[in-house]
């Protein structure tokens, strides 16, 4: 005879956590916990093989399920010690679905099921409370016709709305004990009208009715594509959970609480959590009551007057804390646990691994391995990587006061308070000055990098979470809000207008960039504390990690950053960067406005030199390790000014007239920059270009090992390429130039050469382009941006509409695309390294700082990731994560 | 003994065309006329293993090579009855390099070796020509110090040069007898010099020189790249050809033409070409002399009075046809002959299958079935299908007044009319802005085949039939009209002065290179005859070809003559093209302009009428066939106005004012509108866009199938997808709209829903997509843009560079990168068939048209092509290839 139903309950169950393919999951973890011989309301598990035999037999149960179903009803009213249906002592139990994982589309739970107009009056009775057993009686009509017999909701909330204006009450709490009896009359006759036969008052009615309702959802459509879209096969099948029911609000030697056997804010190992007396479990969630501490200690600390559990309740507190350390103990981590005490008796009702802030993850898993409860590798697999950004950058301070204006994107994290400014010479000025500033723009452009530098923060009205400003201030480590919508910035008249409230110029503002909430004033924050359990948990991951981390950076100050950080190189330097300085961009604006190469020689000849110096600051910074330069990419057109004045100027410092230059800005105009004449483009047409850059790169690196007795090994990386034969044409430029530098210089030197990978046919060309290559970067920036055909700067405009609707699960310039991106990069992998078995991969977009891209790094076999300064632990963690996984 | 040298010539060969592997082409095809019994000049052939041997033994030559050669130029000697060397009559011969395939970097031809101090004296004599043999002399020295002995040519140009400065000479034909003795004494000064030893005078060594060269010339680094560009193994090497010069110059029983063995022009079946009397055989092509009519028949029909070879030579003529006859009949084909008579004898040079207009290569093909020379496979295979250009395009109406002002040749059929302009350059300005030019030179070069190129059409007052115009313009499809003498072209005051009327520049004047007229002003044309031999070839190709050819067509006008070329229904309907019209675009802003649905929902009401009215047109047309119909695609912002009036028209048309509306434009912006809010991301944030097109294109399918009993059906297209999930929500959405249509009708209709593959995730995705989607049609043109990542509007600024560098073969916008966009292509059509069976697979990009690219699609087993409504003949044929060549 095959055994369908599984008893579980207060000290012992027939099953255990390892059924959960039988039991389902919910029902695998009740028998747990009993087995734990914790006080679990007792119950029983009818098994997925029921759902699936359901199936199989044309909807039919199995012949002996009933009688089993019985004897087990019949064992919970023994342990109760109340009888299913019984007039005096009634007996109630919850029906819950539980398959192996949890689903949408599956039925809700059922609670108090077993009432009845008789058993109603029972539970009065025992209660003692009769308001309370009519409210629970409408309750469980109301849910039962809605779950089980199809009887749409509205039908009775309109009901209680009609009762309610009838009497004047506004608030349900204003209803007493006559007002639900009534209720659930109405609720009842209006279940009949609908159904067209009584609502059921036997109670095993009741019972099979959720039962058929669990097995009956299996197949609904909702969980049927939910199903299909995971992979999760129809003959799984759901487990039914039945349940006694306890009761926290029977008087006041009853009462109901949530608890944490760790602190989830700070990680303290020390109990934490609320109770009420003679309440309901959603009473201590809903904020209606003020819940009371738990411990002493809290309460003392709270300065709260009301008595703690450990002191109005001492006994039943002892056995609480008795059931932490065991819990703790057996799962082997902070538990988060929901308990009733039903006249003087401790019912556990749940645990599970509790949430916690970063800095309590961090804490708590590096405690834990200290006292030998957890291993180093499951320490490292307790933090979220992303979640770390948290602990890099200073926070706001949760106690103090926020006037918040308007909520934007979360674009770079971190806090930050300054004074109003609207253009990036002004926040330079001030900063030069020491002063604070938040520089807020429509949006922020190339020619705005000096600006964001000097700011504390960046605060845009348009653009998302990777828009020019998003990804510059991450890269900076600058906080920064993007695409808040509703600030109407008035560059002329210098305000910001936010929901009828004006902003004006050198007004104080606060801007949280992990929550993306903009603020009125300053408000106060709270500094990064990097040492201990920090630095211990880094030095596991980067035991545990294969994958390296190296850094996006140009600047010495991101460059130091990142070392600190625990960058092991730089994976992109992007030189277009170190071409913005006021000093520099005349002359780059020169260069362009040559129609001639002789012109564009004299004007990179000056340029030369301050490239030069540029690297060897970063050389140094960087000393022993390798940095890859990305050659020039964008296209010419951005070096350009943008405003009136700004072409005169230019005109004036080069002495040409406004219109030639005009006409000049006119004819680089671009229809699809992105698409344009840029990365290795200009190499091809301009290879004067990348002849400097190289001689820069080249002479800086022979200088710095000369200074500092330690070699650099420079990676110089062409961008945008998509045939070998582009590659092939600059990597003789590139090394012809580099071999005459090196010649004349007498010395030796190492460098690569190599190329981004960063469009859909450079993937597919891999193995041709890796004759001519020694290592690919893949800029999945911009491989996202081909492979979905869509433009970073303007997918905000659908991206909303494209996450509500599903079709996206992340924002793919966020998270790696693995389905199609990623199959590129598997592609690009795979085909470069076949012709050349030592290619060095990595990925240098922004999804390098991303765990979820970076496990996939890892699966994909690259060499490194390399992500802006402050992702470079991040990326640390997430590497080790990626590796213990694979193990 | 291996054989390493076959000799050839006068009626017989050691070699034959089959050893094309051991001879080169040029070889086997020496051997090939010699075996037919052809007067071929005597000579030999060292093959291409002497070349391989010669790499592999450190660059030696095989021990008896020597010796063979000896005795070859002994077998020649013997035919000839000349002495190489000697001192009375002397043998010259001429070296030419040979592979199996042509290739750039191998060495140029060198004429006239074997003379020297003395020989040079016997030719004279010889010739009785002294002038003509020392002219000979010098050219050989430069030609020889050039190609063997690496002198740069340029040196000798310049004694060349002083030599006519100091003498006041002008042109080479002022310079006598004297001057080439002198000139050739100053030209072996100068080699010696250069060289610092003197130039050759020992014929042997002057041979062997040349020898040395050819195959020195394999491994020259041009030739090397060439190779593994085009995938040929470095081991194929060349054979040298060795053969003895003739001469058309010795005199009034010399002459020296250019024949074909039917009319290159119109496909006539008759003898046609050009020749001289005393004559070398580049005087011909030059347009220097202006050569005579062939035969009789040509002389009257060309109104001249200078005696046809016929006329003139009548046995020599004779046996000229004679080998017409047995070369045709041999090689199954239309061929282009040269010819030498010297002194009386007939010697044949070369043949090749004839280059021929599109109206030739098509009478020349479908007579020849019908002669049962060749099959109908082969006549299918003959015809260039991008030539069938030609055929559709306009000649002039006969009824027309035409205000001829001369006659010249009619050098490339069709009819052109435009401005005047006299450079390639301005013919190339004009031409991108849209202007019409006719390109007018006293004779044309290579230097302008970029103006031919952009030019209406073509006309010279110098140069015959064959003249550099004549072959290049009918090689491109324009018309051209060559030695119109009567012109005075002054191309410094640029006009024309023909019978005292001036034609200025910019003047429109027509030409007819049907029939060699030049006419003042712009004559009337009529549409192409379509039927004979065009249909008849058609026909042919339908029966063989599987792959189906469409139209990208919108307006009833493509419509219409899409299917009058053959088109088998709409591959691709633009619905946004029909939103352009005046009287509709207003309601299209209205509808952009709205920033709510009901706003929207309003405007597109109005639109919803007119959409219907469009595919009522375009169906009734269509009927029977299906349509494909996209929905819209480009960006919103792309029906905004442009200009400041514009705005002000549709502020006020709308009631709006004008900062609202400029705002709202702004709003929409884009930094790049390709990669933007377009495509189906406008379905899926304004659904009602779709809903409306869904419905305009059900209820006009149900109204034409009612109206004439016939039914269309339509294909819905959703573009730009690049994932599953956005076409799962859009195929629901259109469904549901058409189901509701066809419901309230009452009517049946089929119809179906699919999807166009325009980006490189939706190929990669394509096994996921199918699911949604009843049939794929390949977008190549965004998939080319997405998959390269460049965009088609900014790549004129790089295509030149990137051509010219050799990146590009081929514009990947003309035809498809069969590399990369089409390995996307193949996986795209791989997945979606192995999701869906029957998926219907086609392609709609501008590569519709194009044969290689038609071919391609035919390889990969696409089930249609769809291209504009003049390629798809085109199409047609090339389909009917791509069949035939993979049978």
Chains 1, 2 share one sequence.
Not at 547 to 573: H, Q, W, Y
Not at 643 to 668: H, I, P, S, T, Y
Request: glycine letters at 10%; hydrophobic letters at 40%.
């Amino acid at each position: 005879m095959t055994k369908w139903v599984y008893n579980f309950g207060d000290g012992s169950a027939e099953g255990e956590a390892s059924m959960k393919n039988l039991l389902g999951g919910k029902g695998a973890n009740l028998a747990e916990m009993s087995n734990l011989g914790l006080p679990v309301p007792p119950g029983f598990t009818i098994t997925t093989e029921v759902c699936t035999a359901f199936y199989e037999n044309n909807k039919t149960y199995p012949d002996d399920l009933a009688e089993q179903v019985a004897t087990s009803i019949k064992v919970i009213e023994d342990t109760v010690g109340a009888k299913f249906g019984d007039e005096e002592n009634p007996l109630l139990v919850s029906v819950r679905s539980g398959a192996r994982v949890s689903m949408p589309g599956m039925m809700d739970t059922v609670l108090n099921l077993g009432l009845n107009d008789v058993t109603v009056e029972a539970l009065a009775k025992k209660s003692g409370d009769e308001r309370f057993a009519y409210d629970s009686y409408r309750r469980f009509i109301q849910m039962y016709s809605d779950v089980v017999l199809g009887v749409e909701h509205y039908l009775f909330e309109e009901l209680l709305e009609i009762h309610k204006e009838e009497n004047g009450f506004v608030l349900d709490t204003e209803l007493g004990a006559e007002d639900w009896k009534e209720l659930s009359q109405a609720f009842k006759q209006k279940a009949e009208e609908e159904l067209g036969h009584p609502f059921p008052q036997d109670v095993n009615e009741q019972l099979w009715g959720a039962i058929d309702a669990v097995f009956g959802s299996w197949m609904i459509e909702r969980a049927m594509v939910y199903r299909r879209l995971h992979n999760i096969p129809h003959t799984w099948g759901t487990a039914v959970n039945v349940q006694s029911m306890v009761f926290g609000n029977m008087g006041d030697d009853c009462a109901t609480g949530v608890a944490f056997t760790r602190d989830p804010s700070t990680g303290e190992n020390a109990y934490y959590g609320e109770y009420l007396i003679n309440a309901q479990g959603e009473d201590v969630v809903a904020g209606i009551r003020t819940p009371q501490n738990l411990t002493k200690e809290s309460r003392i600390a709270a300065g709260s007057d009301m008595p703690s559990m450990e002191e109005s309740m001492p006994e039943t507190y002892a056995e609480l804390a008795d059931v932490f350390q065991k819990l703790e103990a057996h799962y082997r981590d902070m538990q988060d646990i929901e308990f009733t005490v039903q006249q003087g008796k401790l019912w556990i009702l749940q645990t599970r691994s509790g949430k916690r802030t970063a800095p309590a993850a961090l804490k708590i898993a590096v405690e834990m391995v200290h006292d030998n409860i957890i291993s180093v590798d499951e320490a490292l697999l307790r933090v979220e990587p992303g979640a770390l950004d948290q602990l890099l950058h200073p926070t706001l301070d949760p106690d103090a006061h926020r006037d918040v204006l308007t909520k934007g994107l979360p674009a770079s994290p971190g806090a930050a308070s300054g004074k109003v400014v609207f253009t990036a010479d002004e926040a330079e000025e001030i900063a030069k000055e020491g002063g604070d500033v938040i520089l807020v723009r429509i949006e922020t452009s190339p020619e705005d990098i000096h600006g964001m530098h000097a700011a504390r923060g960046i605060l845009t009205s348009r653009g998302g979470m990777t828009s020019h400003a998003a990804v510059v201030a991450r890269g900076m480590g600058r906080p920064c809000v993007s695409g808040a919508g509703a600030l109407h910035i008035d560059m002329q008249e210098k305000t910001i207008t936010v929901g009828g409230r004006v902003i004006r110029h050198h007004d104080i503002i606060t801007i949280d960039g992990s929550n993306g909430e903009v603020m009125a004033g300053e408000v106060a924050t709270i500094k990064p504390e990097l040492g201990g359990h920090f630095g211990e948990l880094m030095g596991w991951a980067d035991e545990k990690r294969t994958l390296k981390v190296r850094t996006n950076a140009e600047t010495p100050m991101d460059s130091s950053a990142a070392r600190e950080f625990g960058a092991e190189g730089i994976g992109l330097c992007r030189t277009e960067h170190m071409f913005f300085d006021a000093d520099r961009i005349i002359d780059v604006r020169h260069m362009i406005m040559s129609d001639n190469e002789k012109g564009r020689r004299d004007a990179l000849s000056k340029l030369l030199s301050v490239q030069r110096q540029d690297f060897i600051e970063l050389f140094t910074i960087m000393k022993g390790l390798p940095v890859t330069v990305r050659l020039l990419d964008p296209p010419l057109h951005e070096f350009l000014p943008q405003k009136e004045e700004d072409f005169l100027d230019v005109a004036n410092a080069m002495g040409v007239d406004l219109a030639f230059l005009k006409r000049r800005a006119e004819e680089l105009h671009e229809f699809n920059p992105m698409l344009g004449h840029r990365g290795c483009r200009l190499g091809i047409s301009f290879p004067e270009i990348y002849e400097m850059q190289t001689r820069a790169i080249i002479e800086a690196a022979l200088e710095v090992s000369q200074t500092l007795g330690e070699a650099v090994i420079p990676e110089i990386m062409v961008p945008l390429v998509g045939s070998r034969k582009e590659l092939e044409i600059l990597n003789a430029l590139i090394r012809k130039t580099a071999g005459e530098v090196i010649e004349t210089s007498g010395e030796k030197l190492d460098y690569m050469v190599g190329t981004m990978i960063e469009l859909p046919r450079a993937a597919l060309q891999a193995g041709e382009i890796a004759n001519e290559a020694e290592f690919f970067s893949f800029g999945t920036n911009d491989l996202t941006q081909t492979t979905y055909g869509i433009s970073r700067d303007d997918s905000a405009r659908f991206l909303d509409d494209y996450l509500k609707a599903d079709i996206y699960e992340q924002d793919p310039f966020v998270s790696l695309d693995q389905d199609g991106v990623g199959e590129l990069v598997r592609i690009g992998v795979e085909r470069g390294r076949a012709t050349r078995g030592d290619l060095k991969v990595g990925i240098c977009g922004e999804h390098g700082g991303d765990p979820a891209s970076v496990e996939f790094c890892h699966r994909v076999g690259l060499d490194y990731v390399s992500c802006s300064p402050y992702r470079v632990p991040i990326a640390r963690l997430a590497a080790a994560q990626a590796a213990l996984k694979q193990e």
